[in-house]
T-cell receptor
Framework: EAGVVQSPRYKIIEKKQPVAFWCNPI?????LYWYLQNLGQGPELLIR????????DSQLPKDRFSAERLKGVDSTLKIQPAELGDSAVYLC???????????FGPGTRLLVL | AQSVTQLDSHVSVSEGTPVLLRCNYS??????LFWYVQHPNKGLQLLLK??????LVKGINGFEAEFKKSETSFHLTKPSAHMSDAAEYFC?????????FGSGTQLTVLP
């Protein structure tokens, strides 16, 4: 069974540029999460989807971050414009509805210059 | 509100010796607790989870953790470290369908 797929794995951009990350969850997983992981810290939740509905986006900086999961499967996280402080690893995870176990992708490592 | 505190940011052990990674939690409710491991350039992998059943939880790769409510602790142990155990370990508490991660403990295994 394929795990959570994320792309790109690495991204280097200049500040003020836009950037987008893509996530394909495990087949059949209704719940999808985006996390931010700063260096030397644990992941922090940005947004959680139940199917195509964002049910928890309280930690998403909405002035520059946006996310979508149009068909309830793949999801895209966008930053526009990127700032130096956005350099981090962006993790995607998925789980079956009602399950406590989340499965994580390898992450996208973003460097903003 | 829930939180976890990992008491050591780095732990170094020799191969074949026991591993102890310490975690204390704070939760308003009866918590669900997890340990995840993160190897370089790989996704977080679930080691084990506690969900109010047995207080001693066995996980993958020989790891186990004991839930101690009186001490609000959920320490991770392994009797004998292997070189492949070198990674970062995260203690996690779950409440209201949200995971809160600790800051991580980097485990180094010396030959």
């Amino acid at each position: 069974e394929a795990g959570v797929v994320q792309s790109p794995r690495y991204k280097i951009i200049e500040k003020k540029q836009p950037v987008a990350f893509w996530c394909n969850p495990i087949s059949g997983h209704n719940t999808l999460y985006w996390y931010l992981q700063n260096l030397g810290q644990g992941p922090e939740l940005l947004i959680r989807y139940e199917n195509e509905e964002a049910v928890d986006d309280s930690q998403l900086p909405k002035d520059r971050f946006s996310a979508e999961r149009l068909k309830g499967v793949d999801s895209t996280l966008k930053i526009q414009p990127a700032e130096l402080g956005d350099s981090a690893v962006y993790l995607c995870a998925s789980s079956l509805a009602g399950s406590e176990t989340q499965y994580f992708g390898p992450g996208t490592r973003l460097l903003v210059l | 509100a829930q939180s976890v505190t990992q008491l050591d940011s780095h732990v170094s052990v020799s191969e074949g010796t026991p591993v102890l990674l310490r975690c204390n939690y704070s939760s308003s409710y009866s918590p669900s607790l997890f340990w995840y491991v993160q190897h370089p350039n790989k996704g977080l992998q679930l080691l084990l989870k506690y969900t109010s059943a047995a207080t001693l939880v066995k996980g993958i790769n020989g790891f186990e953790a004991e839930f101690k409510k009186s001490e609000t602790s959920f320490h991770l142990t392994k009797p004998s470290a292997h070189m492949s155990d070198a990674a970062e370990y995260f203690c996690v508490v779950k409440a209201a369908r949200q995971l809160t991660f600790g800051s991580g403990t980097q485990l180094t295994v010396l030959p």
